[in-house]
């Protein structure tokens, strides 16, 4: 989303890292960057741009830090169960243990419809033909699939369904051809489809038939973002396409049903994992390029799609080792890199967790890690491992080598003229989306008063708060430009690790706790930053004239303003798979919503400001800042009088729209299932709401 405070937000602005860390020394002592480069005479005549003005950010590293201990006690949580197996029993009690916390995660799967499965066209080749299949997984939404057969064979084979990976080309991508068709060489029968966003099913697809999203990443977290408003989850999507192509396949007479495999790299090696605790058929399993764990990911910063972090897995004592686990003691092989981003340390620790695992099962030998030492891909040595280790499950060859391969063309194996689903009518992701959250504004019973603080509290997943919260005063910092001349940074503890940062402006120099003998306070939440917004908002100065006789602070909740990460490569909050994202999903993996999560630093601070002295607050906020101010409006006393500017219309309104820009950080899992925010809205009209220039969807202004 782009925004007016982007420029302010990006203010190096053609300074090197290192002046501009010189830069915000120099104002740490009260010295402009006009001081530093010019003489008195210019600096009396041109002070400097506001938007020139470095911005403040002392815990750029605070919420990593934060996410890094809460991923490790979950870690340390499942390897204290793990380390409780002592028996075979134990061990058989684990598996069932795993299946049932990997439905909680993924939900009910839904009730399985006629494939409606067609073939339009077969490929001939010398030991092996491939049809071109579309096949329905959901009613309307169309899968395609390319089906290699073996010639020459004596029937029934063994059958592998092929999982893709990241490829523009989905299934027609060079990897991929590659395995399918080794395997069919050596004689298996192997579907091979293609994901949701990638190859011939783009979601968001323009005149040209190219995605004006992006394919891949992009399309998955346009799509996937927006699910978990109405409870959905891409993941659980993707996997249901696997397993509707793993029942196409049982209906093919060439198919052994005693020897079913699945296989897949990167985005393919995660639905293989997945794939493997949610359906139980499987015989073996080789996942390429990603088993290894969430603590790693984490600490090395590894963003990950919407559909490789579950709801509540972390939550729910999971970890990538588990859905492998959900197979025991089936014959799994994890497939690694030596160079790749997926930390091959976590592969080596997810299969000593799986030895000791099938050894109590008496099955050591069916669980195998092979490490390539190349970088990320499916590259031969790892087909070569996995052609091994079905070899050895199912006898039905002995080769040890990958055979000679023909790459076909793409246009050789599309199942549609033009090579995109949309031709023949196929009903995007996001239509989906929209019609069950219609559905759910139809039967959701209208909530008001203690019933709807309860419904907010309980989704918001909000802890519970005793006492007053400790905080720092941080060292004066001047020369900010702000509508007065003087401010006191606090850094209020809201969680262990975790601060709300609070700017309290003054007229007169102040060094101390917050001054006291105000009855009234106004509490700014900022959308981006509090310090730019401090500059260029006008609702701040609208509320400075409004109330001179009020306390006025404003507050940085946990990852934006002085507390934006770092993390996750160069200047990445902004970006789609950056580190705002990055956050926000993994809370949903713990089972507390980042929306949750501001929302408590907001009460947090309030909080604070009564033991202040305050007795009333005029909660203010802009645009991100709106939603968890919001949410705190409504289940605090303290607060009196709420404005609201650029605030989200509905969330009803993202859940319906094909195009949106909230990002994942702004919206609140499952909330749709109960209450949206007009309801939320027309309790705060007690509370003197104005809501100014409302943002809908597209995060600009919406419907009043």
Known sequence: MTTTNDASLRADRGLSRRHVLQVAGLEA????????????????????????????NRFPRMVQNYFVDRVRRAEKACLDRQAALKTKADAEAYVRSVQQRIRESFGPLPEKTPLNPR?????????????KLIFESRPEFLVTANLYVPKGRKFPLPGV???????????????????AQGLA?????VLIYDPIGQGERLQYPDENLKSRIGVGVREHLHAGNQQFLVGEFLGTWRAWDGIRALDYLLTREEVDPKHLGVTGNSGGGTMTTWLCGVELRWTMAAPSCFVTTFRRNMENELPADTEQCPPRALALGLDHADFLAAQAPKPVIILAKERDYFDVRGSEEALARLKRLYSLLGAEENIALSVGPTHHGYSQENREAMYRWFNRATGVSDAQTEPELVIEDDETLWCTPKGQVVELESRPVFSFTKAKSEALAKKRPALAGDALVQA????????????LPPYRILRAIRSRKYPKPHFVTYAVETEPGLHALVYRLMDERHYSRPPRGYDRAVLYVAHQSADAELRDEPLVGELLEAEPDSAFFTCDVRGIGESRPNTCGQDTFLSAYGNDFFYAIHALMLDYPYVGQKTHDVLRVLDWLVGCGHKEVHLAAKGWGAIPATFAALTSGAVVQVTLKNALTSYADVAQSEDYHWPLSTLLPNELERFDLPECYRVLEAKKLRQIEPWGPAAEAGPG
């Open 29 to 56: 002592l009260g010295l402009t960057l006009g001081s530093w480069l010019s003489s008195a005479e210019a600096r009396a005549a041109a002070p400097p741009d506001p938007a020139a003005i470095a911005p403040l």
């Open 119 to 131: 073939i339009t066209g077969v490929v001939e080749r010398d030991a092996y033909k491939i049809a």
């Open 161 to 179: 369904v092929g999982t893709c990976g990241h490829s523009t080309n989905g299934k027609c991508a060079e990897a991929y051809q590659s395995f």
């Open 185 to 189: 060489r050596m004689g298996y029968v």
């Open 456 to 467: 907010v509290s309980e989704t918001l997943k909000l802890p519970p708060r005793e006492g």
